[in-house]
């Protein structure tokens, strides 16, 4: 009984660990590098899309209950990108 248990534990915390929240949360207060003040607030995980931030136009931030307001018009992964403003790639790998 105490193997089932077990195995269920760890079964039950490897999948929390492999969803796709496992890396979101919270992000700590910090000051840039010309001073400015950055507030603490929370994030989606970082990937190769925009329409899955908790900002994006539509979404709703499940922390905060706020809806996103942001519609990434400088972002070819929106659907409201324009193909008018210029887009720096960001490079999205785990540091």
Known sequence: MKKVLFMMTVLFLSSALISGNAFAGQVEGYYRSNGTYVAPHY????????TDNYNFKGNINPYTGREGHNYYRNNPTSPYYDGTHQYYQRDFRQR
């Open 43 to 50: 994030r989606s995980n970082p990937n190769s899309t925009v």
